[in-house]
């Protein structure tokens, strides 16, 4: 894929520390990846790119397709947000196993 395909700019978050939320309980924070930003492809998810990517795996639901340049504190319990939506990494590919690039199947978050 060309740099010129990944024209999305995304932000990239991992859960934090939990917080107290002043009534006995925690709230949820999260945490900017370095670097935090990210020029990537976002596409709507099809049943195409779900068996190819994510083959021989069950996913529950997936709305979006991230494509974009490898980096290693990616895992399925990030979110990318894109555009005020929030979406959950719920699978991560990295073709070829060379830390090239990454392909995330995501849910999008609804609140």
């Known amino acids: 894929m060309s740099i010129g395909a990944h024209r999305h700019l995304v932000q990239l978050q991992n859960p934090g520390a939990a917080a107290p939320n002043g009534d ?3 709230s949820e924070t999260w ?13 709507p998810a099809s049943a195409r790119d779900l068996e190819r990517i994510a083959a021989g795996t ?4 997936a709305s979006h397709i ?5 980096h ?3 895992t399925t319990k990030t979110r990318v947000l894109f555009n ?3 979406l959950a990494v719920t699978a991560v590919a990295n073709p070829g196993e060379r830390n090239v690039s990454l392909e995330l199947v995501c849910a999008e978050v609804v609140a």
């Open 84 to 86: 005020g939506r929030t």
């Open 24 to 26: 006995g309980g925690f």
């Open 58 to 61: 069950v996913i529950s639901s």
């Open 31 to 43: 945490t900017d990846l370095t670097p935090a930003t990210l020029y990537v492809s976002v596409e």
């Open 66 to 70: 991230v494509k974009g340049p490898y």
């Open 72 to 74: 290693a504190g990616v």
